[in-house]
């Protein structure tokens, strides 16, 4: 049962997250054709600030995100320069309607892994991202997240602090959700290890170690005991591709410096509102010590709430 507190939280119902892909004012974005060149897509995202390229003719064939351009370019931006968006895409992308619902596309996307959706509204294609997610949770959430604070400042003399008493795990077994699953620790929606490396890097070591690893994000570490940034594939493809010499540049001259972190027990609400609190749409997971551990997006707590919903 849940605890003596237990009026605080309502029951959360499977229906707060129909709302339609029409109402979440979804960017629209151009078709590109197959032929678009590797550079020419590069030199839009860096200016545009875009990662998300849906490829085409008359309709949608194909999606290339950061992440694809990573494991095709790598560090070898001016071999693959040349190269088109059909050498990179994935030619059967998910496609959600326009009519479909948040909770659809949460399902979809935590199942498939993905972190961009387009989206097919009449003759206009859409994208569905980890911000408008982010967007999503936070209104619909907004007052039962309000007894929660955004939390920066996380030790004391060097010692981590916990504030607030871990979720009863008994409570699980409750027959109804509530929004007492905002006080779950945010290491039951830990999925993916961090991978390092050490800030002393090039950017091109870095990035060969983020290719073959498969991840699209990587934490910088210096004597590997302390964190100084993170690099993400978005940084590769914003603000290095086309830009930079990888091999002669830094990583520290990319990175984002001094990340915030979360400690592995505090609690989903406090996550949701630091991410919406500062615009990120991921957050750094530490240990009790204030080692990095993992990396959670808004997708992997929003995906465990609705996998709590009762079906109909």
Not at 167 to 183: A, G, P
Not at 187 to 202: P, T, Y
Not at 291 to 303: A, T
Request: hydrophobic share 40%; charged share 30%; aromatic share 8%.
């Amino acid at each position: 049962m849940l605890d003596s507190y237990s009026d605080k939280f309502r029951v959360i119902e499977r229906e707060e997250f129909s709302t339609p892909l029409s109402e979440l004012n979804l960017a629209e974005i151009k078709l590109f054709p197959r032929s678009t060149l590797i550079y020419e897509a590069v030199e839009i995202a860096a200016s545009s600030k875009i990662s998300t390229f849906a490829i085409g003719e008359e309709r949608i064939e194909g999606i290339a995100t950061e992440d694809e351009f990573l494991k095709y370019i790598g560090s070898n931006y001016e071999e693959k320069k040349n190269g088109t968006l059909a050498d990179i895409a994935d030619f059967s992308p998910r496609v959600l309607d326009i009519n479909q619902t948040i909770l659809e596309a949460i399902l979809t996307m935590g199942s498939k892994k993905l972190r961009h959706m387009l989206v097919q509204d009449g003759e206009k294609v859409r994208v569905l991202l980890l911000k408008d997610l982010l967007r999503f949770a936070s209104s619909r959430f907004e007052k039962d997240l309000d007894g929660y604070d955004v939390k920066v400042n996380w030790s004391e003399n060097g010692v981590y602090l916990q504030e607030r008493t871990n979720f009863d795990e008994s409570s699980e077994d409750e027959l109804d959700l509530t929004t007492h699953i905002f006080e779950t620790p945010i290491r039951k929606v830990m999925f993916n290890e961090a991978i390092f490396c050490d800030v002393s890097l090039s950017l091109g070591e870095a990035v060969r170690l983020m290719k073959k690893e498969l991840t699209s994000s990587i934490i910088l570490m210096e004597y590997e005991t302390e964190m100084r940034g993170i690099l993400t594939a978005r940084d590769l493809l914003n603000k290095c591709y086309g830009q930079v010499n990888l091999e002669n540049t830094p990583v520290s001259e990319i990175m984002t410096a001094a990340p915030h972190k979360l400690l592995e027990q505090e609690v989903l609400a406090v996550a949701i509102k630091n991410m919406n609190k500062f615009k990120y749409r991921n957050v750094l997971v530490c240990n009790q010590v204030g080692y990095p551990i993992s990396i959670v997006s808004i997708l992997e707590i929003l995906s465990f709430i609705c996998s709590k919903l009762k079906t109909d």
